[in-house]
């Protein structure tokens, strides 16, 4: 007997076991942490989260061992990652608008651009302090030490060996100069300034947006279309920041605080609710 109109096709169930690989960034430990909590309480996922530095996360997005990363500076900061793995690697879309990096010192040094780095260049020992090799931020350092022939080092270490050694030379009121980004708590607890970059080496304003491996969209559809979603304002993010630096060792019961508290925010993320 034929039976008209019936259609046994199903969509294909999707892959709710999810692994994020992120970079230990103040951001983009807030925000990663706030989704997993998202995804995991409000959509049914099991999420895994991954550390690694930038130089491994993106090779590990292009070979398709995780499936997204939170935390890509565009357009000038990650700008070279983008362009080594485009072909094996989708940009979601941004996550955040209004991050900025460059060369940072305390409000109280009297130096305003870095073109007056060589000529205080005894007062800051000669040597810039960075945070991990293969950072955007340090790169760019790198390409600012040339064009400006700049007689400094750059020291780089762990993004909280920075951080310490930020927080010794401004507790004795010394001269320090360091490799700097926001949105970070360190710009309210330190009132650091950025100098003034003429050559625009670190670029202008720029967005954080997430990465994914390249079959994302079609592999998990919902997923995807919940990523495309996920932004948050500068003020959003920097509550969420100071919540998770002020619950130290637990970034993910900072989060789910973060989201029970500011449930309207998170409640535009997900896919039903366009």
């Known amino acids: 007997m034929l039976i008209l109109g019936c259609n046994s096709k199903k969509e294909p169930t999707e892959n709710k076991n999810i692994s994020i690989i992120y970079a230990n960034w103040a951001g983009t430990v807030a925000l990663t942490n ?8 409000k959509l049914g996922y099991n999420v895994r989260l991954t550390e690694a530095t930038v130089n491994d996360i993106y090779p590990a997005l292009a070979r398709g061992e995780y499936d997204f990363f939170m935390g890509a500076w565009l357009p000038k900061t990650h700008e070279r990652y983008l362009y080594h793995y485009d072909y094996k690697i989708r940009n979601v879309g941004p996550n955040y608008h209004g991050a900025q990096t460059g060369l940072a010192v305390p409000d109280y040094v009297p130096v ?6 060589n000529d205080n260049i005894d007062k800051f020992g000669g040597k810039i302090t960075g945070i991990e090799d293969g ?3 340090v790169n760019n350092t ?5 064009v400006y022939q700049l007689d400094f080092s750059i020291n780089t270490s762990s993004t909280q060996s920075m951080l310490q050694q930020l927080d010794d030379a401004v ?3 010394e001269w320090i100069v360091v490799t ?3 949105p970070h708590w360190m710009f309210s607890r330190y009132n650091l300034k950025f100098l003034d970059d003429p050559q625009q080496i670190y670029g202008t304003v720029e967005s954080i947006n997430t990465i994914a491996r390249k079959d994302l969209r079609k592999s ?5 279309k ?3 979603k996920v932004n948050l304002t500068h003020v959003e993010m920097e509550s969420l920041i100071d919540d998770i630096n002020y619950l130290p060792g637990n970034p993910y019961q900072a989060a789910k605080n973060w989201a029970e508290k500011n449930n309207d925010v998170v409640s535009k993320w997900l896919p039903d609710q366009d």
């Open 142 to 146: 790198e390409e600012a030490k040339r």
């Open 180 to 182: 700097g980004w926001r």
């Open 112 to 117: 305003q651009s870095i073109t007056e780095l």
């Open 135 to 137: 950072a955007g931020v």
């Open 34 to 41: 706030v989704t997993k909590v998202v995804l995991e309480q």
């Open 226 to 228: 919940f990523l495309r």
């Open 220 to 224: 998990n559809p919902q997923l995807y």
């Open 171 to 173: 507790k004795r009121n």
